[in-house]
């Protein structure tokens, strides 16, 4: 594989959508996941005629910060002023145009060649060889994460070329993922709807991680030499984050594949997107002068991934709270498909279990106050539990001793050292209407399959028994507004569209044919 080094590697798979294929990003990323999930990434090569702008001006200014490449340390366990100071002492100022300049000096300079006869490979070598050797001080720049601007058009470009109108309602734009997913359910700017931009230059680089709330990402190389991807699948995560937190550097991939770890290599070029699947952990390394734009993003099949990320409690580093998520769902149930409506049902069910045993336990405790909450009209910093920092929704527990802290139920011990009666626990809902809403799921669940049943005993039946069109028609009528955006119902909408078409032929040659007699099976 172009740029990748000569070791054993998991194959990624590479797309290549053609433009009916690439008009519905979920429902394509949906069709390849099967394929491409157990890799952890996969490439998809855009269409030839999909040519969006860059609307990055090369007069653009931004913050780059300094990388050591030689023995690369982790920087987790320095104490947060160190890192502030050490950032700020090395940060510097550039333009696009000039960082570009610099960017391909410092190529040409460091491997004494034209920089377009620097081979991927020999970059990526070079690379890995650095970060071994002890002594090396080699340096590089890369920007801050840029989340002010977008290489893509927005509703706030200004002076757009009609060919570029297209691409701003375009799904692949990445201003417009985030709304495709049940992100959109949360209607105020979160942070992590929003892309982040980079600028790199040969041997800046990423670290290996995982996204917020192991969620997905959508890469997009808008222009500059290509990077090196390196993936370990969301399959082998607790393996991986065990063996990273005894090696406190940037690990070679060579070392992960000979402690039995799979990790996979890929090479994105300009104008390619790098998509990366649920709870996976990635590391990136730039062959040169370029500017790449990510999102996170999370399908329907996220959401087990988000329920086992919050109850981690590793939540607190990111901008939504899970549960409320969950409920905003619940709201919109007319508009899920039933496989979401399923995955809600185990994770409302699980999540319930938890909290109601909690709420038991703190009121064997003697807290005997409540309050009802209306925690989504709260800002998210001011009702973060101040222990774990993750943002609280379903209940809080309050201290009048410091009535502006709150914390969640698993912290309420450390709160303060007041009594029972000093505290206040704050609910968003009663356990009766909790109890109420997981059997609102039961039942819809229960509904759909019923209705399949049904469906399914017509299409068993014997060809004198099978359903003519029109009572076909009122057996999709009865469930089939509940479950539209589900499978089945798109395809027996289909199958009775067609079977409308053979019947109008067949009255128009065939005079003595009666509207809706034609029965017909689901295929």
């Keep these: 594989m172009a740029g990748a080094e000569e070791w054993e590697e998991e194959v990624v798979p590479v797309f290549h959508p053609n433009s009916e294929e690439f008009q519905n990003l979920v429902e394509y990323i949906r069709q390849i996941s099967p394929v491409a999930e157990k890799v952890g990434m996969c490439k998809i090569c855009p269409p030839k005629e999909w040519l969006p702008p860059c609307l990055v001006d090369e007069d653009h200014s931004f913050t780059a910060v300094v990388q050591n490449v030689g023995t690369i340390k982790d920087v987790r366990n320095i104490p947060t002023s160190d890192k502030e100071t050490f950032q700020s002492e090395n940060n510097k100022q550039f333009t696009v145009l000039s960082f570009g300049k610099m960017a391909d000096d410092f190529k040409r300079n460091h491997f004494k060649a034209p920089v377009d006869k620097i081979s991927d490979k020999l970059v990526i070598e070079e690379f890995w060889n650095l970060v071994a050797c002890s002594s090396s001080d080699v340096t590089v720049y890369q920007s801050q994460k840029l989340d002010n601007i977008s290489g893509f058009p927005t509703k706030d470009s200004k002076n757009l070329f009609p060919e570029d109108i297209a691409y701003l309602n375009s799904n692949w734009n990445l201003n417009n993922v985030a709304e495709q997913t049940v992100l959109r359910y949360f209607t105020d700017r979160l942070p ?65 594949i000979g402690n039995g770890i799979p990790v996979s290599c890929v090479v994105q070029e300009a104008g390619e997107f790098l998509l990366t699947f649920c709870h996976s952990s990635v590391a990136r390394v730039s062959h040169g002068f370029s500017f790449l734009e990510a999102v996170n993003f999370c399908p329907d099949s996220w959401m087990p991934f ?3 990320f919050s109850v981690r409690q590793l939540s607190g580093r990111c901008g939504f709270s899970f549960e409320e998520l969950v409920f905003r769902l ?52 001011v009702r973060r539990c101040c222990v774990c920092q993750k943002i609280l929704f379903l209940f809080a527990v309050t201290c009048r001793c410091q009535e502006a802290a709150m914390v969640c139920l698993n912290h309420f011990g450390d709160l303060c050292c007041c009594g029972p009666a000093d505290h206040c626990l704050h609910y968003r809902y009663t356990l009766t209407v909790l109890d109420e809403k997981l059997k609102l799921l039961e039942g819809r669940i229960g509904a759909y399959d019923r209705w399949v049943q049904k469906i399914e005993d017509a299409l068993s039946a014997s060809d004198n028994e099978r359903l003519e069109l029109a009572k076909m028609k009122q057996l999709k009528m009865e469930l089939g507004r509940l479950f539209r955006g ?3 119902v798109s395809r027996l909408e289909r ?29």
């Design 486 to 488: 589900c499978q089945l």
């Design 330 to 381: 619940l709201l919109r149930l007319d508009s899920l498909d039933v496989s979401l409506v399923e995955i809600l049902h185990r994770i409302l069910s699980n999540l319930l279990s938890v909290e109601v045993g909690a709420v038991e336990g703190i009121t064997a405790w003697g807290l005997v106050k409540r309050k009802q909450e209306a925690f989504e009209l709260v800002s998210a910093d």
């Design 306 to 308: 988000g329920y086992d």
């Design 192 to 256: 992590m709807k929003v892309p982040t931009c980079s600028i790199g230059m040969c041997f800046s680089h990423s670290r290996w991680k995982s996204d917020d709330f192991w969620s997905c990402s959508l890469n997009y190389l808008h222009w500059g030499e290509s990077q090196t991807w390196y993936c370990v699948s969301g399959s082998y995560s607790d393996v991986f984050e065990k063996f990273r937190a005894d090696h406190n550097v940037l690990i070679n991939p060579k070392t992960l």
């Design 495 to 523: 199958v009775i569209s067609e079977a409308e078409s053979y019947s109008s032929f067949a009255r128009l040659h065939f005079f003595n044919a009666s509207p809706g007699s034609f029965a017909f099976q689901l295929k």
